[in-house]
């Protein structure tokens, strides 16, 4: 290889390499800069957060909560004597099915709402915690 | 390039001398001359020895000099920079909290004491304009200000004066709408207490500077500047509010001047409510007045009464070895050391272990103690925590007042509960083992881990607590406390109607009543206290003021409300609605009389 050649091709790396480094750091300070923004974003969503939550914890203070069911709804605290267990509540009597003609209907159970999971719902809900999902029965124990 | 070069130095002909090459053969390689070289002897061709030597290390140091940067080029280029790419990772700004002291919330997470971004608002006094008009338009806008002070500050001159601190964004973004030179901003942080009053005994309370002078806030002051994660308390606000609500309604109704409410889980000792009345706001401390400051909860200490008579009991079975069923001489009242001992609900016959508890007899209570003795009687209640400062994570931590020496009269005293003062929070907690199977657990106001109870410390046989129990019932099946009954949760207790100690001896008319109850007394989970300072007869109470009539009812009103919410399930059977109710209810309402079985 003449020495001309080898020059021409050192020459062309080196050229190649400057252009690369050359994008490479304007693709850099442009990351950067998409950083910075993101950062700022996620700072003040973080500062937001923060100050919902204790705005949140001030809105269920139960004190006010108190006062304002006492205002606008009819509800009084869940007392000993509304609480039981699922147990205890008596199947659903089969329904006198008869059409106008006395004859025998097939049985059709009205299908109320169900509370889902009833095991992992608290007796009153935890400021701040998702209300029980309410959702059709798929089935209801109906006696036999 | 170097390959070249050696590759030249080998095709180069053998030496000719000048001349020699007219006589090569035709066809021969062309031969070249030698080249004239000068000729270096000596020192001359040492010189130019050393100038090509050093000129072939500062090559080689060039050369790897370039390999390194190569080197470093492909690895941050093509092998991902290694390390730099992991720090870059590292480093994130996420990790930084928003504020620089850490919130306080309750057992479930909710926000009990947080820090909120604010800003002082200064003046560059040198910038300002026109003092007056800045003052006026400043004033619009923070109506809180006074117009004189604002213009003097903001006509001083100086190049730094507050005008005012703690300004929320809204009013920041007000003030800066003004757009006025001369008003400057300072980043600020302040403590706020969303929940108001409703911990405020167990929070404390911050200065100016946030820095933490009462309660948790003080226990825990570098902690919470030091660590960001939130300081999680054993407190329920439902439970604490539901405690609240009942015993601010007590001490209103009964006029009292003061009341403490506590609701203690045996199996870990975490207070799940703790309520001194009067309380304060967190953020108006230094404004609210000494007595609405003083915790009585964990500091002030009071001579208990007759709920004492529990532990009396416990000391009976567990040291003295007696049985419900022995009976003690409660047929004259007892005299000692110049005092008489009288019963308030005098039987005046032989009464049993169990009889002196539920007819809260002070003269059988006495004999029983002193059968057992006085020092085996200190040991007993040293062993449940009562003659040693209370351990709470507060800085209010009360230290019980007891005799020194230890005299008969006062173990008589001590059996109904006059001669040893502790706070309420040493009640309950001596009260715990005697319902939980025995173990103590010193009280806390940290969440415990619910799989891993701290280890409780023996105090009591099994035997013992177990009977302590069923004595417990009985107080409020039979005896005092029946007005702290509620259907379903088996409630058990002792009455408490202290005399308040005057100039001299005992004010017969200043009562503190309380009650101690633990429930479900098949599994008791939760102690109950309530006591309440100087409350009035009334209407309704006859007229009496004793615990029976205010403190019982108290803590039945508390059970009602906390139990559901703590998920204690009722027992036995339930105040039953009738099979319609319950089937409207299955059926969502409405539906429901179109479902109705036929009777």
């Given at each position: 290889m003449?020495?001309?050649?080898?020059?021409?091709?050192?020459?062309v790396?080196?050229v190649?390499?400057?252009?690369?480094?050359?994008?490479l750091?304007?693709?850099?300070?442009?990351?950067?800069?998409?950083?910075?923004?993101?950062?700022?974003?996620?700072e003040?969503?973080?500062r937001?957060?923060?100050?919902?939550?204790?705005?949140?914890?001030?809105?269920?203070?139960?004190?006010?909560?108190?006062?304002?069911?006492?205002?606008?709804?009819?509800?009084?605290?869940?007392g000993?004597?509304r609480?039981?267990?699922?147990?205890?509540?008596p199947?659903?009597?089969?329904p006198?099915?008869?059409?106008?003609?006395?004859?025998?209907?097939?049985?059709?159970?009205?299908?109320?709402?169900?509370?889902?999971?009833?095991?992992?719902?608290?007796?009153?809900?935890?400021?701040?915690?998702?209300p029980?999902?309410?959702?059709?029965?798929?089935?209801?124990?109906?006696?036999? | 390039?170097?390959?070249?070069?050696?590759?030249?130095?080998?095709?180069?002909a053998?030496?000719?001398?000048?001349?020699?090459?007219i006589?090569?053969?035709?066809?021969d390689?062309?031969r070249?001359?030698?080249?004239?070289?000068?000729?270096?002897?000596?020192q001359?061709?040492?010189?130019?020895?050393?100038?090509?030597?050093?000129?072939?290390?500062?090559?080689?140091?060039?050369?790897?000099?370039?390999?390194?940067?190569?080197?470093?080029?492909?690895?941050?280029?093509?092998?991902?920079?290694?390390e730099?790419?992991a720090?870059?990772?590292?480093?994130?700004?996420?990790a930084e909290a928003?504020?620089?002291?850490?919130d306080?919330?309750?057992?479930?997470?909710?926000?009990?004491?947080?820090?909120?971004?604010t800003?002082?608002?200064?003046a560059?006094?040198?910038?300002?304009?026109?003092?007056?008009?800045?003052?006026?338009?400043?004033?619009?806008?923070?109506p809180?200000?006074?117009?004189?002070?604002?213009?003097?500050?903001?006509?001083?001159g100086?190049r730094?004066?507050?005008?005012?601190?703690h300004?929320?964004?809204?009013q920041?973004?007000?003030?800066?709408?003004?757009?006025?030179?001369g008003?400057?901003?300072?980043?600020?942080?302040?403590?706020?207490?969303?929940?108001?009053?409703l911990a405020?005994?167990?929070?404390?309370?911050?200065?100016?500077?946030n820095?933490?002078?009462a309660?948790?806030?003080?226990?825990?002051?570098?902690?919470?500047?030091?660590d960001?994660?939130?300081v999680?308390?054993?407190l329920?606000?439902?439970?604490q509010?539901a405690?609240?609500?009942?015993?601010?309604?007590?001490?209103?109704?009964?006029?009292?001047?003061?009341?403490?409410?506590?609701?203690?889980?045996?199996?870990?000792?975490e207070?799940?409510a703790?309520?001194?009345?009067?309380?304060?706001?967190?953020?108006?401390?230094?404004?609210?007045p000494?007595?609405?400051?003083?915790?009585?909860?964990?500091?002030?200490?009071?001579e208990?009464g007759?709920?004492?008579?529990?532990?009396?009991t416990?000391?009976?079975?567990e040291?003295?070895g007696?049985?419900p069923t022995?009976?003690?001489?409660?047929?004259?009242?007892?005299?000692?050391?110049?005092?008489?001992?009288?019963?308030?609900?005098?039987?005046?016959?032989?009464?049993?272990?169990?009889?002196?508890l539920?007819?809260?007899?002070?003269?059988?209570?006495a004999?029983?103690?002193?059968k057992?003795?006085?020092?085996?009687?200190?040991?007993?209640?040293?062993?449940?925590?009562?003659?040693?400062?209370?351990?709470?994570?507060?800085?209010?931590a009360?230290a019980p007042?007891y005799?020194e020496?230890?005299?008969?009269?006062?173990?008589?005293?001590?059996?109904?509960?006059h001669?040893?003062?502790?706070?309420?929070?040493?009640?309950?907690?001596?009260?715990?083992?005697?319902?939980?199977?025995?173990?103590?657990?010193?009280?806390?106001l940290?969440?415990?881990?619910?799989d891993a109870?701290?280890p409780?410390?023996?105090?009591?046989?099994?035997?013992?607590?177990?009977?302590?129990?069923?004595?417990?019932?009985?107080?409020?099946?039979?005896?005092?406390?029946?007005?702290?009954?509620?259907?379903?949760y088996?409630?058990?207790?002792k009455?408490g109607?202290?005399?308040?100690?005057?100039?001299?001896g005992?004010?017969?008319?200043?009562?503190?009543?309380s009650?101690v109850?633990?429930?479900p007394?098949?599994?008791?989970r939760?102690?109950?206290?309530a006591?309440?300072?100087e409350?009035?007869?009334?209407?309704?109470?006859?007229?009496?003021?004793t615990?029976?009539?205010?403190?019982?009812?108290?803590?039945?009103?508390?059970?009602?409300?906390?139990?559901?919410?703590?998920g204690?399930?009722?027992?036995?059977?339930?105040?039953?609605?009738?099979?319609?109710?319950?089937?409207?209810?299955?059926a969502?309402?409405?539906?429901?009389?179109?479902?109705?079985?036929p009777?």
């Amino acid at each position: 290889m003449t020495i001309r050649g080898t020059a021409a091709l050192w020459g062309v790396l080196a050229v190649a390499a400057a252009t690369g480094l050359f994008l490479l750091k304007y693709e850099v300070i442009a990351l950067e800069g998409k950083l910075e923004r993101v950062t700022e974003d996620i700072e003040a969503d973080r500062r937001a957060i923060h100050v919902l939550r204790a705005e949140w914890s001030y809105l269920n203070e139960p004190d006010a909560l108190d006062r304002l069911v006492g205002r606008h709804l009819d509800l009084v605290p869940v007392g000993p004597e509304r609480m039981t267990v699922l147990d205890a509540i008596p199947l659903r009597p089969r329904p006198p099915a008869v059409d106008q003609a006395g004859a025998a209907l097939p049985f059709d159970p009205v299908r109320p709402p169900r509370v889902l999971y009833p095991g992992t719902t608290h007796a009153i809900p935890l400021p701040g915690e998702k209300p029980t999902v309410l959702a059709d029965a798929a089935t209801m124990r109906t006696e036999p | 390039m170097i390959p070249t070069l050696f590759r030249r130095q080998k095709d180069r002909a053998p030496f000719l001398y000048p001349g020699a090459e007219i006589g090569a053969l035709p066809g021969d390689r062309p031969r070249q001359p030698a080249r004239v070289q000068l000729s270096v002897e000596g020192q001359a061709k040492a010189a130019v020895e050393v100038g090509r030597n050093r000129l072939a290390i500062t090559a080689a140091m060039f050369a790897i000099a370039f390999c390194v940067i190569a080197g470093r080029l492909v690895d941050l280029m093509a092998l991902n920079g290694g390390e730099a790419a992991a720090r870059a990772a590292q480093a994130g700004p996420v990790a930084e909290a928003v504020v620089h002291r850490a919130d306080i919330v309750d057992r479930n997470g909710v926000v009990l004491a947080t820090n909120l971004p604010t800003a002082h608002l200064y003046a560059d006094a040198q910038a300002v304009l026109d003092p007056d008009e800045a003052a006026r338009r400043l004033l619009d806008v923070l109506p809180d200000l006074d117009y004189a002070t604002t213009r003097k500050r903001l006509a001083s001159g100086r190049r730094f004066i507050y005008l005012r601190r703690h300004l929320t964004p809204t009013q920041q973004d007000a003030v800066l709408r003004l757009g006025l030179p001369g008003l400057e901003f300072e980043p600020a942080e302040r403590r706020v207490y969303p929940q108001g009053h409703l911990a405020a005994h167990v929070l404390g309370a911050t200065d100016v500077d946030n820095r933490g002078i009462a309660g948790i806030e003080r226990a825990f002051h570098d902690r919470l500047n030091a660590d960001m994660r939130p300081v999680r308390l054993s407190l329920d606000v439902r439970v604490q509010h539901a405690v609240r609500d009942v015993l601010a309604e007590a001490v209103d109704r009964f006029s009292a001047i003061a009341g403490v409410g506590l609701v203690m889980d045996v199996k870990t000792g975490e207070l799940l409510a703790m309520v001194s009345l009067p309380d304060y706001a967190p953020e108006a401390y230094g404004h609210a007045p000494a007595d609405a400051r003083f915790n009585r909860a964990t500091l002030g200490v009071y001579e208990m009464g007759s709920t004492f008579k529990l532990l009396n009991t416990a000391l009976g079975m567990e040291v003295g070895g007696f049985r419900p069923t022995d009976g003690f001489d409660a047929t004259k009242p007892l005299r000692m050391a110049g005092f008489t001992i009288n019963d308030y609900h005098a039987e005046a016959r032989w009464l049993t272990v169990a009889e002196i508890l539920v007819h809260s007899s002070n003269i059988g209570s006495a004999q029983m103690a002193l059968k057992v003795g006085g020092p085996a009687q200190k040991a007993f209640l040293d062993r449940l925590g009562l003659l040693s400062p209370l351990s709470i994570e507060l800085p209010e931590a009360g230290a019980p007042l007891y005799p020194e020496p230890w005299r008969p009269i006062n173990t008589v005293t001590i059996s109904y509960g006059h001669g040893v003062a502790v706070t309420p929070v040493h009640l309950a907690n001596a009260i715990a083992p005697l319902v939980n199977g025995g173990e103590y657990r010193p009280a806390t106001l940290l969440r415990q881990d619910p799989d891993a109870p701290p280890p409780g410390r023996r105090v009591l046989a099994p035997a013992t607590a177990q009977a302590m129990r069923g004595l417990m019932r009985m107080v409020v099946t039979e005896g005092t406390g029946g007005k702290a009954d509620v259907p379903g949760y088996l409630v058990g207790g002792k009455t408490g109607t202290a005399e308040k100690s005057g100039d001299g001896g005992y004010r017969r008319k200043a009562l503190m009543p309380s009650f101690v109850a633990a429930f479900p007394m098949d599994n008791p989970r939760y102690v109950v206290l309530a006591m309440l300072d100087e409350p009035q007869g009334i209407k309704e109470t006859h007229g009496f003021a004793t615990a029976g009539w205010n403190a019982a009812p108290t803590v039945g009103a508390i059970i009602a409300r906390v139990a559901p919410i703590l998920g204690v399930r009722p027992r036995g059977p339930a105040p039953d609605p009738t099979t319609e109710v319950r089937l409207a209810t299955a059926a969502g309402g409405g539906t429901g009389g179109r479902d109705r079985a036929p009777q």
